[in-house]
């Protein structure tokens, strides 16, 4: 059985070594079973705070510090990644897929470093499947016509709604980039057809 984990991560800035994850959002597909999980956290406390990031994400340190804290967040969400897979079973591992998901791998792999874990491969099969990479190449002969790439303007290219105050919100983010996860697939499909 295909384990999926769609993932977006919500970061205080762009540097993975020296910025924070502040927000996880997943959305686990196993067979037909669908299961949505966030966590909002607040940075360690050497991580950079970059008040750029903060602001696109519509959030102040303030509110940032209220939240639990990131080992707190780390026990969580390695619980209910062990839910899904045995981390001691090599075949047993979700597809981390995202959306640039480079960025939100390197994010989740330095939070576990973070919390003294060296096993976030444990939980996730390599390679990470990027969504952006995958509709770059549906979409290479339209490419210069597009004014960017982010995860807004491809989806709306796709034909999925997107409501512009929603995004830089994790669970949102990834709810877009799962649609478009399987707009891209099939679309795929179709060429090889």
Known sequence: M?????IDI????????KHGVIEIACIF???????EFVLKCCPFEDDLIDEEALAINNVSKDEIF????????????TQKLSRYVDKYDKKDKLHFIGYSALFDANFLREFFMKNSD???G???FYP???????AGLTLMEERPALIDFKLSTVAKRFGIKVE?????GALYDIQITRDLFYQVQEVLTRQRG
């Open 10 to 17: 919500e970061s205080t800035g762009l540097d993975f070594m």
């Open 118 to 120: 060296f096993y976030f």
């Open 29 to 35: 597909e196993i067979g037909g079973f669908i299961d």
């Open 164 to 168: 512009e105050k929603k995004l830089h």
């Open 122 to 124: 444990s939980f996730f």
């Open 66 to 77: 209220k939240r639990m804290s990131p080992k707190m967040a780390y026990k969580q969400l």
């Open 128 to 134: 990470i499947i990027d969504v952006a990479t995958l």
């Open 2 to 6: 295909i384990k999926k984990c769609f």
